[in-house]
């Protein structure tokens, strides 16, 4: 009942999209009847067994009283010694009572446990094997012939990745769906671990750091803006809890999310409803770009992260960032190739290996995939 009640919240918009609610509606109704049968069906049996407990502890004290009645008319009891006794068996069946309810709790209960034990009982995929401190090269990123392949899966999702990004520099990936993009960006913070190869932050292969480490030297800002309940200052703050006000405002003005900040009410200290719905797709992805520059990162990932934003926009944040992130690495997943254009180094991905590597030009020269890529969203003159 609540699986299906979940999905259809949340997936309300596709529903009404693909007139569904008809169905979606009779699918509610099944569950709800069904867990009505069941619950029916149970009180049924409740209702059934309690007069049948109640009347059989009525008839023991009952029968208590009339053999202990006896016993006293014959001088063989006293009235004390039948009033303990009956409140005796008053506690026994009392208790027999309990443990029918124990019996029929024990099996919800043991349900719950199981699903609280296998979380409790899961062991970390990875654990910290160094401490190194990631600071021999900074804001420095190499991938040195990385493999990664998914558990269970058949083939790699990424094969003999291999590049070097510098300070200064940035560096952009492209393909198609399905390639591997994401997938690349999430070996960096050690969301899972590579099968082979090694990736080095800051000169450190980050299985010789702690987690904690790695993370610190990175401004991650995700596919999809997530935002958390408070103010929009807080979660600017989010990427460093010590943050000046100064800071958050030069943050935000290079991710271009000043004037629509400015245009609230109560500007920074305007609440985020939860998950930012009371935002749009662009202005979450521009605080979740804040949230990484305020931290002044020694690499920053974009995991295309400026899908959202206008064209105009695009452009201002692109450009604003260079100042910004002259002394760090930008790594930059786009799916648009003008947002991609200027950078210092284009990786191609395809089927989770590099079809290709080099700037705009060299690409459209030498590269078929990326050329396919280019022909598909510029126009000749663009090209041109």
């Known amino acids: 009942m609540n699986l299906v009640l979940r999905e259809n919240l949340t997936g309300i918009r596709v529903v009404r999209a693909f007139n569904r609610e008809t169905e979606e509606k009779a699918r509610l ?21 309690m007069p049948i407990m109640m009347l059989v502890m009525n008839l023991t004290v009952v029968g208590v009283i009339w053999f202990g009645g006896i016993r006293i008319d014959n001088g063989g009891m006293q009235i004390g010694d039948l009033m303990a006794y009956i409140q005796y068996v008053m506690m026994i069946m009392f208790a027999l009572v309990m443990a029918s309810m124990m019996f029929m709790m024990v099996p919800r209960a043991a349900v719950s ?6 979380v409790l009982d899961m062991k970390p995929a990875f654990q910290d094997l160094g401490n190194e401190k990631a600071d021999r090269e900074r804001g420095t990123l190499e991938f040195d012939n990385v493999t990664f392949s998914y558990p269970g899966a058949e083939e790699p999702a990424l094969s003999n990745i291999s590049f070097k990004a510098k300070p200064g520099e940035i560096t952009a990936i492209i393909g198609g769906t399905g390639s591997g993009k994401s997938t690349l960006i999430n070996l960096i913070p050690r969301f899972y671990d590579i099968s082979e190869g090694a990736i080095r932050v800051n000169g450190v292969d980050i299985r010789q750091a702690t987690q904690d480490e790695v993370r610190s030297k990175l401004g991650f800002v995700p596919q999809k803006a997530i935002l958390f309940t408070g103010s929009i200052a807080d979660n600017i703050r989010f990427g460093k809890p010590d943050a000046t006000p100064a800071e958050l405002e030069h943050a935000a003005s290079i991710a271009q999310a000043t004037e629509f900040i400015s245009g609230l009410k ?13 935002l749009s797709g662009g202005q979450k992805q521009r605080l979740a770009i804040a949230r ?9 990932i974009f995991d295309d992260s400026f899908s959202a934003l206008d064209f105009k926009t695009d452009a201002k944040l692109r450009a604003a960032l260079k100042d910004e992130t002259k002394d760090a690495t930008v790594l930059l997943v786009a799916q648009r190739v003008s947002t991609v254009v200027d950078a210092d180094r284009i990786i191609v991905l395809e089927k989770g290996r590099m079809a290709g590597m080099g700037t705009h030009e060299e690409l459209m020269k030498n590269n078929e995939v990326y050329r396919e890529i280019a022909y598909s969203q510029l126009s000749e003159e663009e090209i041109a």
């Open 266 to 278: 109560e500007g920074y200290d305007t609440d985020i409803e939860q998950g930012g719905s009371n």
């Open 113 to 118: 446990a199981k699903r609280i034990n296998e």
């Open 29 to 49: 109704q099944k569950a709800n009847r069904d867990l009505t049968d069941v619950s029916i069906r149970v009180n049924k049996i409740m209702a059934f067994m």
């Open 292 to 300: 990484a520059l305020v931290r002044k990162p020694d690499i920053y």
